[in-house]
């Protein structure tokens, strides 16, 4: 339907709704069986069958499934069976891997989604976009993303960029008359909002008009439908090497079977155990586990309150080096509370916390009535007027929708027996100019009940007495001279000085005849009335956390719009601000370019009367000094500061969507602690990948060494493909996998941050993959020429032998992976889930040495226990040998 061309109450006739009480939660109910989620359908997913069928397209797994099909033609079931069913069980375990990486890539996703304010049942109420429907009347506000296709019917200021639909990229003004040309294209449909687009500027409220596939967003849907998934560069990397040991292992069984056949062995048997020992050293499961481990990283994340939105951001948080937090609701509990006010020489003090509407007024420890106090009074009625925020109770307590600040000037206004509601019959809105983070300000335009007009300005202090002419002083209206205006300034150093934020509010009569039409015209020749003074009290665990970071060689900065001394004095309660450290104001920052801001910045602890653009200069000074940079913001304006940054982290309670877009971490909680909590788990995510990559490459190189040591040594197979291939699936692939569910260790906070460009072998670890591989080859082919000496007629009791030194070698050194330190260094029961695997494999091997009917499938016969002291002694080398030398070199 042509929407645009209707008046509201035809599009409110037409849809079924009330624009005043918005939907009853059965019509809700009712419209959504009619016309579903508001959702864009997705294109085809990859389906299970196709999936599982997906994990047996690997080359050398194909070349497996050929040699075991010959070895069936040849009689051989018993082996060709059982290889077929490892193969199907890594298949089924590859397949789970993916499914459940892809599920927890779902849940991120559905997480992340955007919220939209709806008006339900006579309630603003905030739910998530999919629940939307036909009729809804949605309010919306800079910042925010439109949640389905809108007919305006109420708009302040508003601009909306649509360059995802038409391709414009300068903001669209949207006002609500009606459009009577034909043929308009949706750049031109002024009074309408659609999907997918961002409010920049302003705000309004609109009736739904369309959702999921019926929106102009639907009709392109295609374009956004299937968005690429996102590999990390860890993984490209890791894909890299994954082909370079690919290569390394080819030329190394090549060089087992060629040797092999050369020695006398029989060029099938080569073959097949060629190829099986191929596809053990092969770590082609390496991109599933390390997707796993960054998935299952991230779900932790989750609990933590942080929501991941772009993978890269898990590994960069390791190599953070600054974080440049907003103070206000991050490193506080943004919960202002308004605590002085100050009108023309005279100071009340205000009693109560938090949201509790309930306090006193005192002037001189004296408790007053503030009714009786015309300026006080004043005051917080033009407070109240000037203000969006709304107070909700909740379980016997209050909660605020809105801004912080507002939240704070309306429950000082309720401490005063002041309510909107009260105040409605008295004064009418008739225009607003919205808050803006230049302009530091809000005003409107209002009319009383005697049909009087003025203009009410919130905003700044130290912007605002720059644009009164006139102040309020003993009750009397007098010229903003320098007198007044000195000792206004000194009132304001003075609360800042208690840590206090400061909001002026100032106002001019109107003429009737006069027609605002802009900010500059409303926002001059004001009259100075007072200021608010709130505190914003710190969180009691960002003190903390901060202390952490520092020990974590991560600098943290304090970004806020406040007045100088006030972040002075909650960055030195903090621990933010050292001696040595500067503080830089956004003046200073308006004189400066990038290049000198640069030679100063990393000893700058505190950016303060800053406004958004700042924080895109600051972080592009950050990283030209080399720093990996993680910014927070929850505003329009903080989106370039958030994209630009590494890690951009957005606000989950207060940030808007474009904010949110932008970013690759969301604060559910909106805390600074979390921060810390997610750098943390990022470096204990690469640091188990890490461990596992260790473990995995040290288990196959010591797998190709016990094959090419037997061929040279003219020594019979000491491993036969079927017992390759076992120990390829349960003893690789458990433990690799618990490796990924490990605790940080203790000290993980308390190394400096990894270089960006650190390879994975980095720190040793290629020197720990090559010699415990190089020990285990050594520790099981001695193991093995020790009992076949002793059984020369007996060389499935020295393969068993063989094949148990292995396996419980490379378990015991599954436990020296857990730390860059040593295998002493950490608890081995800290990891339950790596202790279950271990002892799951532990009793899959007993069950193939001693099961009699296991026996002939695996090439195994039971084990004297005179013998297994001689496996545990051999497996126990590699990993001890190693270790207690490097325990006796740091005592020494």
């Known amino acids: 339907m042509m929407f645009h061309e209707m008046k509201e109450k035809d599009v409110e006739k037409v849809l079924n709704t009330n624009v005043k009480h918005g939907l009853t939660q059965k019509e809700v109910e009712k419209k959504r069986k009619q016309f579903g989620w508001n959702e864009l359908d997705e294109g085809e997913k990859q389906s299970a069958l196709l999936l599982f069928f997906s994990q047996f397209k690997d080359f050398m797994t194909l070349v497996l499934l050929g040699a075991t099909l010959v070895s069936g033609f040849l009689g051989e079931y018993i082996d060709a069976i059982a290889i077929i069913a490892i193969v199907l069980i890594n298949g089924f375990l590859g397949y789970f891997q993916e499914r459940k990486a892809e599920k927890s890539l779902q849940a991120l996703k559905e997480m992340s989604a955007p919220q939209v304010t709806v008006l339900r049942d006579g309630n603003w109420t905030k739910i998530m976009s999919r629940e939307v429907v036909v009729g809804d009347i949605m309010r919306f506000s800079s910042g925010d993303r439109i949640g389905a296709d809108l007919r305006i019917f109420e708009a302040n200021n508003l601009e909306i960029e649509e360059s995802a639909l038409t391709g414009e990229s300068i903001p669209s003004a949207k006002n609500t008359e009606i459009i009577t040309k034909k043929d308009v294209g949706l750049g031109d449909m002024n009074n309408m909002a659609f999907m997918g687009t961002m409010v920049t500027r302003g705000n309004g409220i609109g009736i739904v008009t369309g959702i999921g596939m019926k929106t ?242 919130k905003g700044a202090p130290d912007v605002l007495i720059g644009l009164c002419e006139s102040v309020l002083w003993e009750g009397r209206q007098v010229l903003f001279h320098s007198e007044y205006m000195t000792q206004t300034q000194r009132v304001i150093e003075e609360l800042a000085g208690k840590a206090l934020r400061n909001i002026a509010i100032a106002f001019k009569p109107l003429d009737n005849q006069i027609d605002i039409q802009s900010e500059e015209e409303a926002e001059k020749d004001l009259i100075f009335i007072g200021l608010q003074g709130m505190i914003d009290p710190p969180r009691p665990e960002v003190k903390q956390a901060i202390k952490e970071c520092k020990e974590a060689g991560i600098k943290t900065v304090m970004i806020t719009g406040d007045h100088v001394i006030t972040a002075k004095a909650i960055a030195k309660e903090l621990g933010i601000l050292q001696t040595n450290s500067k503080v830089l104001d956004g003046q200073a920052l308006n004189n400066m370019n990038v290049d000198e801001l640069e030679d100063i910045v990393d000893d700058v602890s505190v950016f303060a009367r800053v406004s958004p653009e700042h924080k895109l200069k600051i972080v592009k000074a950050l990283q030209n000094r080399g720093h990996i940079v993680a910014m927070t913001g929850d505003g329009v304006n903080d989106a370039p500061a958030i994209k630009s940054a590494d890690i951009g982290i957005s606000m989950g309670i207060t940030g808007t969507d474009v904010a949110k877009e932008s970013s690759s971490l969301i604060l559910l909680d909106d805390n600074f602690a979390t921060i810390k909590a997610a750098i943390k788990e990022g470096r204990n995510i690469y640091e188990n990948i890490r461990k596992f990559i260790r473990y995995l490459l040290a288990s196959n190189v010591g797998e190709i060494l016990v094959m090419l040591f037997a061929m040279i040594l003219y020594l019979p197979l000491p491993l036969v493909p079927i017992q390759i291939l076992w120990v390829n699936l349960v003893t690789d692939g458990l433990p690799a996998m618990a490796l990924g569910l490990d605790q940080p260790e203790d000290n993980v906070m308390k190394r400096k941050p990894r270089h960006p460009k650190e390879g994975v072998f980095a720190r040793g670890l290629g020197w720990k993959v090559v010699s415990r591989g190089f020990l285990i080859g050594i520790a099981t082919i001695i193991a093995f020429i020790t009992v076949y000496r002793q059984h020369l007629d007996n060389l499935a009791y020295a393969q068993t032998i063989a094949f148990a030194t292995l396996v419980l070698a490379q378990l015991i050194h599954v436990f020296d992976c857990r730390s860059e330190r040593s295998i002493f260094s950490r608890n081995p029961f800290g990891n339950l889930y790596l202790v279950g695997a271990v002892l799951s494999s532990v009793i899959l091997m007993l069950g193939v040495i001693y099961i009699p009917s296991l026996q002939p499938v695996f090439h195994t016969v039971p084990i004297i226990p005179r013998d297994w002291l001689l496996i545990l002694g051999m497996s126990s080398i590699p990993t001890f040998m190693l270790a207690g030398s490097l325990f006796v070199r740091k005592k020494e």
């Open 216 to 457: 102009a967003m639907g009709e392109i849907a295609h374009m956004i439908q299937n968005a690429d998934v996102m590999e990390t560069p860890l993984q490209r990397r890791l894909e890299q090497l994954g082909k370079i040991l690919i290569v390394v292992a080819l030329l190394l069984t090549l060089l087992v079977v060629v040797v092999g056949v050369v020695h006398g062995h029989d060029l099938y048997s080569m073959f097949l155990a060629g190829v099986s020992l191929a596809v053990a050293a092969i770590p082609e499961g390496l991109p599933a586990i390390v997707t796993v481990a960054l998935s299952l990283g991230v779900q932790r994340m989750i609990r933590k309150n942080a929501i991941v939105r772009k993978l890269p951001a898990v590994e960069t948080l390791g190599c953070a080096s600054v974080i440049c937090s907003d103070k206000t609701g991050t490193m506080t509990q943004n919960k202002m509370t308004v605590t002085h006010i100050w009108s023309g020489g005279k100071s009340w003090s205000v009693s109560g916390t938090g949201y509790y509407p309930e306090g006193g007024f005192y002037f001189k420890d004296n408790e007053i009535k503030p009714q009786n106090e015309k300026s006080l009074y004043q005051l917080l009625t033009f407070g109240l007027l000037c203000n969006h925020a709304e107070l909700k109770a909740r379980d016997k307590d209050f909660y605020l929708d809105g801004d912080p600040t507002d939240g704070a000037l309306l429950v000082s206004a309720m401490k005063a027996g002041l309510t909107r509601e009260s105040l409605q019959g008295q004064f009418t809105i008739e225009k607003e100019f919205p808050f803006d983070s230049n302009r530091k300000m809000m005003s409107v335009v209002v009319r009383d009940k005697n049909n009087r007009r003025f203009v009410i300005t």
